[in-house]
């Protein structure tokens, strides 16, 4: 046999070669393509979240700072600083059937309670930042009876006279994140964390706060 008995399979087998060749470096462009494209993509959602305006959390002393404000007395507490965090709860009533027997009790949902927000309020008039702020802002010992007065304003005591029938805490909003928070302070916990050697009065502390969100009609 000469070669030209051959050549149609040589021709053949180098026509496949050619082709499968031709198919990766076609498959290879199309993913490169599709590799620019997602860099693309991310980069134009990158820059659109750049342009849009900041969310309010974190430190940014009197620059679009938190506020809680009275509905009825007008009361107005500017916080110091915003919260580098806060906490949003949802909590859901569910009822427990009662049974006999061995099987498995259902739960039915009745509804879901009232929104609450958990803050940590930092409060200071010490060092740092405390002389450099923009706008001047009220003491630590001022933030603190404003809060207490909005927890308690029956008085600066618990107990007996602040049962229900006396004097109910007031509607609050409170401004972050740019949402208004219409609520009422439920739960406050002070912590001093440092207090001036010479008048007595606290310099910096912490008010673990909790705003339930307010509704005008009971739930069933």
């Not at 496949?16 to 134009?44: C, G, H, S, T």
């Not at 969310?55 to 938190?66: D, K, R, S």
């Not at 009825?72 to 569910?94: D, K, M, V």
């Amino acid at each position: 046999m000469s070669w030209t008995d051959y050549a149609p399979d040589v021709f053949s087998a180098r026509a496949r070669i050619q082709e499968r060749a031709l198919r990766e470096e076609n498959q290879r462009k199309y993913e490169q393509k599709i590799a620019e494209q997602q860099v693309r993509n991310f980069d134009e959602k990158r820059d659109a979240v750049a342009r849009q305006p900041k969310m309010l959390v974190g430190y940014h002393p009197n620059t679009n700072i938190m506020q809680i404000k009275s509905e009825s007395s007008g009361g107005l507490l500017t916080c110091h600083y915003n919260p580098t965090q806060f906490i949003e709860r949802y909590t859901a009533e569910w009822h427990h059937t009662e049974i006999t027997g061995t099987g498995i009790a259902p739960i039915v949902f009745k509804f879901v309670k009232p929104r609450e927000w958990e803050i940590k309020l930092l409060f200071n008039s010490l060092g740092e930042d405390s002389n450099t702020v923009r706008m001047p802002r009220d003491t630590v010992s001022d933030c603190i009876n404003q809060l207490r007065s909005w927890f308690l304003p029956g008085g600066t005591g618990g107990g007996i006279g602040s049962r229900v029938g006396n004097v109910r805490p007031p509607v609050l909003y409170v401004y972050l994140i740019n949402e208004k928070f219409r609520c009422c302070l439920t739960g406050l916990s002070l912590t001093y964390l440092a207090i001036d050697p010479n008048s007595g009065v606290p310099t910096r502390a912490l008010a673990d706060t909790v705003f339930t969100e307010f509704l005008e009609s009971p739930i069933p």
